[in-house]
């Protein structure tokens, strides 16, 4: 951060390396909690092969879990207003207490 910038002043100087900025591609996220974090597991499902991996893993404070619900309505809203509804299908169900999505 530039030693000019105030994070009270809402600037925030975000770096986004190579690597990160490729990203990874998901097809399942799982989500667990405890009483202090959600645990947000995303997954590369192949067709075909019974072995899955877990692409990267993200730890929310309770908190900043309700805000990424929050923008993630907010711009699935904006998108169907864009694009027309997005299709729900039946969800791909693995045993246990966690959530899929």
Known sequence: ??????????????????????GAYCN???????????????????????QAQVRSRV???????KRVLNALQQNIANYEQQFGEIKEVEPFVLG???VQA
């Not at 951060?1 to 990160?20: A, K, R, S, T, Y």
């Not at 730890?59 to 879990?65: F, R, T």
Request: proline share 7%; no cysteine.
């Open 96 to 98: 246990g207490n966690n």
């Open 28 to 50: 399942l996220a799982l989500v667990n909690h405890s009483p202090s974090e959600f645990v947000l597991d995303f997954i590369q499902l192949m067709p075909g092969v019974n």
């Open 59 to 65: 730890i929310l404070a309770p908190l900043h879990a």
């Open 1 to 22: 951060m530039d030693n000019n910038q105030n994070p009270q002043d809402g600037n925030i100087n975000i770096q986004l390396n190579e690597m990160v900025a490729a």
